[in-house]
Every structure is written in C-alpha cells, then in structure tokens.
C-alpha cells in the first residue's frame, strides 16, 4: 500500500470520527440546554452559552476520550465558560448565605396556608416564576452545583469532575445552595398576596 | 441524639441516595413511626421535583439547527 494510501485511509477514519462525536454531542443538546438555563438568568444567555460551548466543543473534539461520559465533558466547557463569562461581568461578590435552619421555608408555608401542610401539596403555592427568581438568587458558585446535581441529575462525583473541585465542596455547596434556595423561595412565598 | 434532629441532618444525603444501606434503613425505620419527619421528607422531595420541573425549559426550536451549523463541513 502508498502512503497516499495509509494518509487517505487515516483522515477518512479521522472524518467518521469527528462526524460520530459531533452526532453524539448534538444529541445531548436539550439536556445541555436545560443545564445552561439553570446556570444564567435569560433564555437568550443560556443559548449564548451553548452555543460557545458546542463551538468550543466542535473545535477541540479530539481532547474527548472516546468511551468516556460526553455529557459530564460538554458541561465541563460549559461551566468553564459560565465562570469566565461571569467574571467579566463581575458578578455581585458571592455572599455568604445566612445560616437559617432548614425548617425556615416550611414554616413559612405553614405559617401562611393556617394549618399543617400534611394535606396539600404545599409546593404548588410556589409559581414557577417564584422558583426561577428564587434559582437565580443563589450565589452562582453554589448554583452551579445545585443545578448540576438537582436539575442534571448528576453524582456528586460527576459533579466533582465537572467544577474540577473536591467531592467534599461539592456536598458543602450543595447543602448551602439549597439552604439559599430555600430562603429566597420563602421571601417570594410570603410576598404573594 | 434526638431522633428527629438526626432525622433531619441525613435527609439531604438521604434523598441524594447516598447513605450506607444500614444508614437508610434506621432513616425509614423512624419515617415509618414519625410522622412529622415523614412530612418533613415529602416537603422536601416535593420541593426538589417541583424545582426540576419549574427550571426545566425546552430547548428553542431554532437552536439545534444552530448548533448543527457550527459542525466542521465534511471536505
């Protein structure tokens, strides 16, 4: 065989790998999407976000070891680059979350709906909007966890991998996160009418 | 330590499934005589469901095509 050969046969076997991963990543774009809606505050951010991230994705598809989880690596660009995106917007300085209990939102329904919550399904007194504005008060460090493993689906290991940051930050963020989450839905629950 | 209070501390591992089998165990023995830690518990898996659900927004329709533009053209 010529080497023409050998270097044809390499780039076609090349472009059938590229094509096979740009499938399999344009398959995980509505999940991806999802993540990235839950990360920023707008539709048309979350789309910028994507977009970037496949773009970068596109570009740099050989670094992806073929067999290993492509949704965890499409979202470790994706975070990376909320990160950068947020710096240069230089996003509100994070702030630690006051630590109130856990039972804080829970009361406060309770509190509002005049009896115990054992007979309804006390969340639904919650808009979806109330929950959005609520997601997009958690300080984006903890967000980014929170949103990985509760709206994702992802481990904690995953999700260790994703943020390149220790298991342990991501189970302290994680209870942090929701805390915050919780306080910011009981503000929006007690200001409904 | 009390029950309850400890009750509460695993809830957040316990729904993230990631508790030892005999950690879970004890927790569902409690549930299943308490009822105030069983409200506790719908109240925050349904939280958890309904935030999923509320953050959860379909793809718009044009941005696939978008994504699939930015593939390199085959030569």
Not at chain 1, 29 to 40: E, P
Not at chain 1, 79 to 92: E, G, K, S, V, Y
Not at chain 2, 3 to 25: K, T
């Amino acid at each position: 065989m010529s080497e023409t050969d050998t270097e044809g046969r390499r780039i076609a076997k090349e472009a059938r790998e590229r094509v096979r991963f740009e499938e399999e990543a344009l398959g995980l774009s509505d999940q991806v999407f999802r993540v990235a809606r839950g990360l920023v505050n707008s539709r048309e951010e979350a789309e910028d976000l994507v977009q970037q991230t496949y773009e970068r994705a596109f570009r740099s598809w050989r670094s992806f070891t073929p067999g290993t989880n492509l949704r965890a690596w499409l979202l470790r660009i994706l975070t990376n680059l909320n990160i950068d995106r947020a710096r240069r917007m230089q996003r509100r300085p994070m702030t630690q979350p006051m630590e109130e209990g856990d039972y804080f939102l829970y009361n406060k329904l309770e509190e509002s709906a005049g009896r115990p919550l054992e007979e309804e399904r006390v969340v639904e007194r919650l808009s979806q909007d109330d929950v959005v504005g609520a997601l997009s008060a958690v300080p984006h460090d903890f967000r980014d966890v929170l949103v990985l493993v509760d709206i994702g689906d992802f481990s904690y290991q995953d999700a260790a991998q994703i943020l390149d940051i220790p298991i342990g930050t991501v189970m302290s963020r994680l209870h942090r996160a929701r805390r915050v989450l919780k306080q910011e839905l009981a503000e929006r629950a007690v200001e409904a009418p | 330590m009390d029950p309850c209070d400890h009750c509460e501390e695993v809830m957040q591992p316990y729904l993230d499934r990631s508790l030892s089998v005999d950690e879970r165990v004890s927790v569902e023995t409690h549930l299943a005589s308490c009822p105030w830690c069983t409200n506790r518990f719908r109240f925050e898996q349904e939280l958890r469901g309904y935030v999923r659900v509320a953050c959860s927004e379909e793809m718009p329709p044009g941005l696939k095509a978008k994504l699939t533009a930015l593939r390199t053209p085959l030569l």
